[in-house]
């Protein structure tokens, strides 16, 4: 019997556990992942993977659990930079106070750029390899997830109001799209059209939105239905309440990705779900506005897809999709008094594959399957905290913390590694980059807190 040549490969990682996500709630006992030219080429016990493939590097991660990169799927990147700027307080005040005071002054490109690549480390570090931002300056966003080796999802944000970026409506698109034309052939970023909300922009902007996401083929991302109070006031504009008035202008369908959702009657769940949208859940920024709980249970009951945010860091206080994951899971079971509600399984799943669903990644990122990216975390399960362990996929959602992250992947290059009780090292971020940049901007913000 002639025995076949080994397979040459780029990398195979080695793991006490893979936890793919698909196929669902499944998890894979000392198994490896074998990566060529950035993609996933095989999923397979690591004794066939030895006997198929010739790895030039081999990573052996005994004590961890490897899981597909977390995707936060609704933040401000560059708000990093107003992290715990103006706490306690609810929405429209700590807006209209702080925050747009702040930004009126100091917002720009070198604002943008900073801010996100300090939001790129934290969430490179916390297992995030995707994110889903809308923010001002999109191209000195990218910027900075270039740098970092980081994927992203850049919304083109549109607001009536005029800023430094944009006069105009027409002006904040036009420097959108033109942001796009320039960046589009980047492999590591994608976009979406990025309304702010329906109390800031008016029915002929949304229309013009409409026309460009159906001749560009580009999603839409915006708030919707956080507050109450928001509710109030599109009624008191528009004689209906916002979901319904962005039906009726036609811009539900499964391109629509709308962040919070917190206050949403039972049919207009099921409208969203006819139309094949999106929610973001944003747990922890929703309860720290005092927005309130969004009816997660009673959204995928009725199979609306729901994804995972953290929202920006002046809102949260932190780009930590384990806290959200975790709290997720809480949140459904204490409001529906179901502990079996949103099982840990499920949480994962809402912070990676229902994430890249609602981007229209799904092809791509979200799971460990072959011929996806090699877009992959590792987390550490052999601490006293995370001790013992009886079911890895459990412990990611109950038990570990971002700070059990260990390694990063990003189309199979390594972006973050973190030795045991060491700080994290990055591919292309120096700390004390991020350090001079923190201080810079906390003595020009402090104004405003």
């Known amino acids: ?65 490897l899981i597909p990169g977390l995707i936060n799927l609704h933040t401000h990147a560059a708000m990093t930079l107003m992290r715990g700027l103006a706490d306690d307080l609810p929405l429209m005040p ?21 801010g996100s690549l300090l939001a790129c480390a934290e969430m490179l570090g916390g297992g995030v390899t995707c994110f889903n931002d809308m923010y001002f300056y999109p191209q000195a966003t990218a910027e900075a997830c270039i740098q970092a080796g980081m994927r992203a999802h850049l919304g083109l944000v549109v607001i009536e109001f005029a800023s430094v970026y944009a006069n105009d409506a027409d002006d904040y698109l036009q420097k959108g799209l033109d942001a796009r034309d320039s960046l589009r052939n980047n492999p590591l970023l994608s976009f979406s059209l990025a309304p702010h909300a ?12 409409m026309t460009y996401s159906e001749q560009l083929g580009l999603g839409i991302h915006t708030h919707l239905h956080e507050t109450k109070a928001e509710i109030e006031l599109g009624i008191s504009q528009y004689a209906t309440r916002p ?14 990705i709308a962040a919070h959702g917190v206050h949403l009657l039972p049919e207009e769940m099921e409208m969203l779900a006819a139309h094949g949208c999106h929610i973001v859940h944003c747990p922890t920024s929703n309860l720290k506005l005092a927005s309130g709980i969004a009816p997660v249970p009673a959204l995928l009951n009725k199979g609306v897809n729901v994804g995972l945010g953290t929202d920006g860091a002046a809102s949260n206080n932190r780009l930590d999709m384990f806290a959200e994951m975790r709290l997720a899971a809480l949140l459904a079971k204490g409001t529906s008094v179901d502990a079996a509600v949103l ?41 006293l905290e995370t ?21 990063v992947w990003v189309a199979g ?31 020009k913000l402090t104004q405003y807190k």
Request: glycine content about 4%; overall charge negative.
């Open 413 to 443: 290059e390594l972006r973050y590694e973190k030795s045991h009780h060491q700080n994290g090292v990055y591919a292309n971020i120096e700390p004390a980059e991020l350090k001079e940049i923190s201080a810079k901007w906390q003595s």
């Open 343 to 383: 099982p840990a399984a499920q949480a994962l799943e809402m912070a990676t594959i229902n994430a890249a669903k609602a981007l229209g990644l799904d092809d791509k990122i979200g799971s460990i399957e072959i011929g996806k990216f090699a877009d992959i975390s590792a987390v550490r399960i052999a601490d």
């Open 243 to 256: 979901l319904r008035r962005l039906l009726d202008l036609g811009l539900l369908g499964p391109d629509f």
């Open 387 to 407: 001790s013992p362990c009886f079911d890895p996929l459990s412990h990611l959602i109950y038990a570990c913390g971002r700070e059990h992250v260990s390694h």
């Open 1 to 65: 019997m002639i025995e076949k040549p080994l397979i040459d490969i780029e990398l195979a990682i080695e793991a006490r556990w893979v936890v793919p996500v698909t196929p669902q709630r499944q998890t894979l006992e000392y198994t490896a992942v074998i990566i060529d030219q950035g993609r996933i080429l095989d999923v397979l016990p690591i004794e066939l993977a030895r006997q198929h493939y010739r790895a030039k590097q081999v990573v052996s991660l005994d004590e961890h659990v």
């Open 198 to 209: 329906p109390y800031t922009i008016e029915n002929s902007t949304f229309e013009k939105v």
């Open 94 to 114: 700590w807006l209209q106070e702080h925050i747009w005071p702040a930004e009126k002054q100091w917002l720009s490109s070198q604002f943008v750029r900073d």
